[in-house]
């Protein structure tokens, strides 16, 4: 069975973060191997507590799961802080997988989980080894200074994203108005737009985690980035259709 990995914070309510992950690579029929970067005490509603995982420790369950598996693509989630970035940028150098980087900086409940020096990491160490970035609208505008109010805004900040870091982009667009739900995909030569028709429903946690997670596992079956792209975008789409109910939350 082919692998992918997770490196992200732990969600202690599992609608996002690795417990989120994990679940997605089941689903999509890849082993879950995982890194804990951060500790939360959370649930969909909000977020009481975070205490970041030491990066020694982080670099000690990479090594453990590079020894013990063939991992064939890898994402980030939530890295907190500045050391644990710089971690595992230093430890994909030289690596030749897939490696998605979504740049998790505020939780859907207003928390911030990326902080102000981690973002700089982010920006300088880790997104120009990156195979592709997921931001969302606040995300992109926070990378590259732009306001972002339409489609060809969207399109302009992927471009900007891909000329000063290197690496494909989706752009995600759910957060901007409309009766469609609209995502950028740039890999420095193409602009592909994947739109679907906007879902009415209420706001869900780990909307971010499953799609990356989904495009990682679909990478981790030897697929290429626009098809583990068109494969993810179906697959959350429906998902978000077709939420669950978990006691007195909703969840993908």
Known sequence: MNVALSIAGSDSGAGAGLQAD?????AAGVHGASVVTAITAQNPNNVRSIDPVKAKLVQQQL????EGFKVKAAKTGMLLTASNVGMVAEWFVGKKIPLIVDPVMV??????????????????RLLP????????ISEAERLTGFKIREESDQQAA????YEVYGCAVLL???????MRAADTFFDGKEVTVLSVKRVKAKQLPGTGCYYSARITAELAKDKNLLRAIRAAKKSITAAINRPRSVG???IL
Do not use: C, D, Y
């Open 107 to 124: 939780s859907t409940s207003g928390t911030v989980l990326l902080k102000t020096n981690a973002i700089r990491s982010l920006q300088k």
């Open 158 to 161: 992927a471009r900007a994203i």
């Open 22 to 26: 994990l679940r997605v690579f089941q």
């Open 248 to 250: 007195r939350q909703s």
């Open 129 to 136: 080894l990156a195979s592709l970035v997921t931001p969302n």
């Open 63 to 66: 090594e453990s799961v590079f």
């Open 172 to 178: 995600k667009g759910g957060h901007l108005k409309g």
